[in-house]
């Protein structure tokens, strides 16, 4: 088993076991911003190389991709579990956009393996951020006079997320290999270790979940476990039809299996202060990014690769 996979698990059981291991939040906050600065320099010098008017489709594509992930999670909340309207909205929300986590534990595994990303999906995960918010919105709000979309499109487009990831994609592509070389023993040579930090304390957090699981149940864990899979099969669908690598197929697949736990809770703070965030973050992390690096990326890599060979 990878390494940092071992981190994410020594934190979870310590957490379980009532351990007093917290890495202090500054520490957290720093790992964080470290994280996706280094996917986004990653992103940007790959992007230095090649021409950046074909990506326009594919940004258009998982725009698409992201609306319908929202409307189906939306769906099947309100039909099969019997969610109300703005907790449906929220937890949707949540599973349209993305975990940058779970990217990075992709990025991890797919390069020990020796497959190649294309560097766009870097773009591609920034974007993917943003549909799903929007979209949440309206499914709980409806579009009125009361609704701050100032604040709202603050939080979707300037979020530090975003910020950080476009940033480091900015620098990248400005700089070039050439350019990066000199802070590649940094951001590229300790992504790794750094990684194994974050995802310890992500165990830590991850434990923390276990009472709301308790409270909700089968529930949370039927729509957690099978959002992804339905997910999944749709972003395989989607790079298919880009054309992507095997490598890139199976990061669109985990992308779109996975659920956001930071933009989308800061967001729905301010669109739906009525939705229960404990709730949506049981689901996405207790759950669904758990299952995720566990066992979700090499199935999804298992799925990509049956389906390009048919």
Not at 225 to 248: E, F
Not at 271 to 282: C, F, G, M
Request: charged residues 10%.
């Amino acid at each position: 088993m990878d390494p940092v996979i071992l981190f994410f698990l020594f934190g979870f059981v310590a957490g379980l076991l009532g351990s007093d291991l917290k890495l202090p939040s500054t520490l957290y906050d720093s790992l964080s911003i470290f994280l996706l600065l280094a996917i986004g320099l990653k992103g940007g010098q790959g992007l230095a190389t090649q021409p950046l008017l074909p990506l326009l489709p594919q940004i258009v594509a998982v725009v698409v991709l992201g609306v319908l992930l929202t409307l189906l999670a939306y769906a099947g909340l309100r039909t099969l579990f019997h969610f109300d309207r703005p907790n449906a909205a929220a937890m949707a929300s949540h599973y349209g956009s993305v975990s940058v986590a779970t990217f990075a534990v992709a990025a991890a595994w797919l390069a020990s393996r020796g497959l190649d990303v294309e560097p766009q999906l870097a773009v591609l995960l920034a974007v993917m951020e943003i549909p799903a918010i929007l979209v949440g919105i309206v499914l709980a709000r409806g579009i009125s006079r009361d609704t701050d979309w100032r604040s709202l499109g603050h939080e979707a487009f300037l979020g530090k997320g975003v910020t950080l990831l476009l940033g480091g994609m900015a620098i990248g592509w400005a700089g070039g290999p050439q350019g990066l070389q000199p802070i590649r023993g940094l951001y590229f040579d300790l992504f790794k270790p750094v990684l194994g930090l974050f995802l310890m304390e992500m165990g830590l957090i991850v434990s923390r979940q276990v009472g709301e699981l308790r409270r909700r149940g089968f529930t949370l864990v039927l729509f957690g476990l099978g959002m992804p899979l339905v997910s999944a099969c749709l972003g395989i669908g989607t790079g298919l039809l880009l054309g992507l690598s095997p490598g890139g197929v199976t990061m669109l697949a985990t992308l779109a299996a996975s659920a956001s736990y930071i933009a989308v809770p800061a967001a729905m703070r301010i669109a739906v202060p009525e939705a229960n965030p404990a709730i949506s973050l049981a689901g996405s992390l207790g759950v669904t990014f758990p299952f995720n690096i566990l066992l979700g990326i090499p199935l999804y890599h298992w799925m990509a690769s049956q389906w390009m060979k048919s």
